[in-house]
């Protein structure tokens, strides 16, 4: 089966480049399409040139939604209370964009694979296998649900809950905040039917979106689909569970002056400010040849991962050899 995968993107760093390699190396999608700002597109276009990759599309985000709406990111934005909200608007529209995809991006695979900017794929899973002669659309769980912030996750049980009307589905071990999820284009409708008939309102849903951000102070892309693909589509719903990958998969703040970037500049002087795909492979390989390579890296970028005290990180955090806080 021939499918594309959708990476929103909020900002180049060092270690984009290695993450669309990786998902390309590891997956082989017909397209690899970024919705990024307009800004970042030119930065993105030099910083792939080495890769030589001939599938990928850079899409600007700030009107990624006008054809179909005739909104842009900025009128979607302003419907954000920040008051009332728990985070800036650009992490609420980034949900969104993965939510629409399929609005913005031609032609766009049913389904599509939605993969998180700094999720990069090592010793990973496999998203795409054949069931009694039928494509089994497959994720894998990758954060451990027994740390957590509380608060955050009863307001996104309650969005669920009241706004889709059934029960968070929930796992005994994983998050169903994975990073990475197929989405359908017909279930998606199903949601934002939901989401209007909640609201009573014929307003496009994403400012019905950015509405609800609003009076349940946040929102879960991945766990409200999850959710509703277990009330309504359970045997569409395939995942490995937290065991299977999650386990040897960490998460570390990086943003080029880290521990990992570090011993990775000391092996290779030439690496440049993009390294490779495989550069990265390479000192994983050597750095982990006595253990277990983990199934995937996850690249912070906040300077809040480093303010997190231990309390508050999520087990891959604790686990990591790379993050500098620990």
């Not at 993107?9 to 480049?17: D, E, H, I």
């Not at 920040?82 to 650009?90: C, F, Q, T, V």
């Not at 008939?197 to 946040?218: E, H, I, K, Q, V």
Request: a negative charge; hydrophobic letters at 35%.
């Amino acid at each position: 089966m021939d499918y594309d995968t959708v990476i929103p993107l909020f900002k180049v760093r060092w270690s984009t480049p290695a993450v669309l390699e990786g998902v390309v190396f590891r997956y082989e999608p017909r397209r690899i399409c970024v919705i990024c700002p307009k800004t970042e597109v030119m930065t993105l276009e030099k910083a792939m040139v080495p890769s030589g990759l001939t599938n990928l599309e850079i899409y600007p985000e700030e009107s990624f939604f006008t054809d179909k709406f005739q909104i842009a990111k900025e009128q979607i934005c302003g419907h954000l209370d920040l008051e009332a909200s728990l985070y800036p608007p650009g992490w609420f529209y980034q949900q969104i964009l993965k939510l629409g995809a399929h609005y913005g991006v031609p032609d766009l695979s049913d389904p599509f694979l939605i993969w998180d900017s700094d999720l990069l794929p090592l010793a990973s899973w496999p998203v795409l296998e054949t069931e009694s002669l039928r494509d089994c659309h497959l994720f894998a769980l990758l954060q451990d649900n027994k740390r957590g912030n509380q608060n955050i996750l009863e307001k996104w049980e309650r969005w669920i809950r009241k706004i889709l009307e059934v029960e968070p589905l929930t796992d005994p071990e994983g998050s169903l905040i994975p990073h990475h999820m197929w989405f359908d284009q017909s279930t998606l409708g199903e949601i934002f039917e939901k989401l209007r008939c909640f609201y009573d309102s014929d307003d496009p849903w994403p400012l019905l979106m950015m509405r609800s951000a609003n009076d349940f102070g946040t929102f879960s892309e991945f766990w409200l689909y999850a959710s509703w693909m277990a009330a309504h589509h359970s045997d569409r719903l395939h995942y490995y569970p937290y065991g299977e990958y999650g386990e040897t998969t960490e998460r570390f703040f990086d943003d080029g002056t880290g521990p990992f970037f570090s011993k990775l500049r000391q092996a290779y002087p030439d690496t440049g400010d993009y390294p490779s795909y495989e550069r990265i492979c390479e000192i994983v390989t050597e750095e982990y040849k006595d253990s277990v390579i983990p199934s995937s890296l996850s690249f912070e970028s906040s300077p809040r991962h480093l303010k997190k005290g231990k309390e508050n990180m999520h087990t891959e955090e604790l686990r990591s050899r790379w993050h500098s806080a620990i």
